[in-house]
């Protein structure tokens, strides 16, 4: 079975400065991908990177980077230059295809706050 | 491009009671998805459609529960004779991989309470 864990309930960022937000997945599939998403309290769900288990090079997307460790399978999201429109809960979701079918599998969330 | 959305942001029902909520991918979009977010939890996987077939149903969508997408566009979810386990929010995706992207677009959800 396909399972996403983020360890952190909760994290505390002072505004400027760099966090890390941990995520590790379980899989035996070769071929998957990895997302972030940000959901703030109105409760959209707003995508903000993507790793692909192939990708030589871990992605980036502006102040946000994924520090991919295939080995250790984790991809954790790196937020640098923190702003206060950051709190929010972040989720970490593997992509998976079985056969004709294909979805998104959650991590419970980190709810990260950006302290000013 | 407007986005997905879906309809209606709120509904608040009685045990017992059936309710549909609605969903329009984005247009070009032939891929949509259910999920389902209850409080404190990462939204779980409900179903899938590839243009108007339903090629997965999780075990967490009982028999009360049925999605249609009749012509490969907009999609519906009915929930039969609602429980108070089924409040949540329903979150409803859409993807189109002829760009080679795995991503999906996510509407601004129906939240359900059952009283």
């Known amino acids: 079975a396909q399972k996403i864990t983020q360890t952190q309930p909760g994290m505390f960022v002072q505004e400027k400065e760099a966090v890390t937000l941990d995520c590790t997945y379980d899989?035996?599939?070769?071929?998957?991908?990895l997302f972030w998403y940000k959901q703030p309290s109105s409760g959209e769900m707003i995508f903000l990177i993507y790793?692909?288990?192939?990708?030589?090079q871990n992605a980036t997307e502006g102040r946000y980077s994924l520090n991919f460790q295939k080995a250790r399978k984790s991809a954790n999201l790196v937020i640098s230059a923190s702003q206060l429109g950051d709190s929010a809960m972040y989720f970490c979701?593997?992509?998976?295809?079985?056969?004709?079918?294909?979805?998104?599998?959650f991590g419970k969330g980190t709810k990260l706050t950006v302290n000013p | 491009d407007t986005g997905v959305s879906q309809d209606p942001r709120h509904k608040i029902t009685k045990r017992g009671q059936n309710v549909t909520f609605r969903c329009d991918p984005i247009?070009?979009?032939?891929?949509l998805y259910w999920y389902r977010q209850t409080l404190g939890q990462g939204p779980e996987f409900l179903t899938y459609?590839?243009?108007?077939?339903?090629?997965?149903k999780s075990r967490l969508l009982s028999d009360r529960f049925s999605a249609e997408r009749p012509k490969g566009s907009f999609s519906t979810l009915e929930i039969q004779r609602t429980e108070q386990g089924d409040s949540a929010m329903y979150l409803c995706?859409?993807?189109?991989?002829?760009?080679?992207?795995?991503?999906?677009?996510f509407g601004p959800g129906t939240r359900l309470t059952v009283t």
């Open positions: 459609f590839q243009n108007e077939a339903q090629l997965e």
């Open positions: 979701a593997a992509h998976y295809q079985l056969g004709g079918s294909e979805k998104l599998v």
């Open positions: 995706a859409s993807s189109y991989r002829g760009d080679g992207s795995y991503e999906q677009y």
């Open positions: 790793q692909g288990s192939y990708d030589q």
């Open positions: 247009s070009e979009h032939n891929r």
């Open positions: 899989t035996s599939d070769p071929s998957y991908g």
